[in-house]
């Protein structure tokens, strides 16, 4: 029977709304993202479990967690009571107002919280000053809130442009030189999956599928370094979004036959993948596609959208495939 092994470390998604569609979202978080705010209910549930899994601690985000503050204080409660330690929340500061912020700031040392990750990058600056993360940082560094800014060594390249308002993609082109996207991703050394496919298909050189084409086991479908569960349960292997299967079954072990996309890319890699693809219809690119991951996607995507696979988000692919 297939199951991860103990959970060591993971996030908490508790949405997919966000204020922003950043090009290299592996979760294709957007303003236009439905799905709710993770409930207490549920997030009781899946703190239960997290326990069973054994894991000690978790990290919060979204989507934006801050879209919901009395949601997200719900969740870090649910977290507290079961014993799970939260290392983080992660968060793009677009609530970043001085009188507003120091309050929330407050009520969240209350409740335990520690730590905020701020993201400052090229890719937010699209969608949110990058003066809000640093005025976040300040308001944390008064109220005794830690934090780590995601990632600092940009703010150099970002402090030639106004930091009172979002800049358009050929204003960052203009300001950080045409490759940005791609200097960016790889300074990030993001995984190209998500709304990140769009930068490695912009970006790198196509190759046919038969060079891609293996029978290597994926070995991060049961990977529990870095996985998330978002706010219906899911558990998300890391990297590898649009998969998913129902966190009580990673950590208990999935029945056999109930999941084929992900037991198949769990025994035969891409091979077993494409042999279900093609059954249902699936033709591969003439263009060829940008990476062996790349390649899975668009197979996924192909199958999400015929339906029958309850692994594959349908959403997510539609999602991702949308490029800002």
Not at 168 to 187: C, V
Not at 242 to 268: D, K, Q, T
Not at 284 to 294: D, F, L, P, R, V
Request: aromatic share 10%; proline share 4%.
């Amino acid at each position: 029977m297939l199951r991860t092994g103990p959970l060591y470390h993971g996030g908490v998604m508790v949405n997919y709304r966000c204020t922003a569609a950043c090009r290299h979202c592996l979760y294709a978080c957007s303003p236009g993202r439905g799905g709710g705010y993770l409930g207490r209910e549920k997030a009781r549930e899946i703190c239960g479990v997290l326990k069973q899994g054994r894991i000690g601690s978790v990290h919060i985000g979204g989507g934006e967690p801050f879209l919901d503050f009395e949601g997200l204080l719900a969740v870090i409660d649910e977290l507290g009571a079961a014993g799970i330690a939260l290392d983080y929340i992660e968060t793009n500061a677009y609530w970043a107002r001085v009188k507003t912020a120091r309050q929330k700031l407050e009520r969240l040392l209350g409740a335990g919280v520690r730590a905020l990750c701020i993201s400052v990058d090229p890719y937010h600056a699209e969608y949110v000053p990058y003066g809000r993360p640093l005025l976040l940082a300040k308001l944390c560094r008064a109220a005794g809130m830690g934090y780590f800014l995601w990632k600092e060594e940009f703010l150099p390249a970002l402090s030639g442009l106004a930091a009172d308002r979002i800049h358009s993609r050929g204003e960052l082109q203009e300001a950080l030189g045409r490759a940005y996207i791609r200097d960016t991703a790889a300074a990030y050394a993001i995984g190209m999956g998500g709304r990140a496919v769009n930068i490695e298909e912009e970006y790198a050189r196509r190759r046919p599928a038969r060079e891609l084409t293996d029978e290597a086991p994926c070995g991060r479908l049961f990977s529990t370094g870095h996985f998330h569960v978002d706010n219906q349960g899911w558990f998300i292997p890391p990297r590898c979004t649009g998969l998913r299967i129902p966190l009580n079954e990673a950590v208990r072990g999935l029945e056999p036959g109930r999941y084929p996309v992900y037991e198949a890319l769990a025994a035969g890699g891409i091979a077993e993948l494409l042999y279900i693809a093609r059954r249902e219809g699936f033709a591969e690119s003439e263009e060829g596609y940008a990476s062996k991951c790349n390649l899975c996607f668009h197979a996924r995507a192909f199958l999400a959208a015929r339906g029958g696979f309850a692994e594959l988000d349908a959403e997510h692919y539609a999602q991702s495939l949308e490029y800002y």
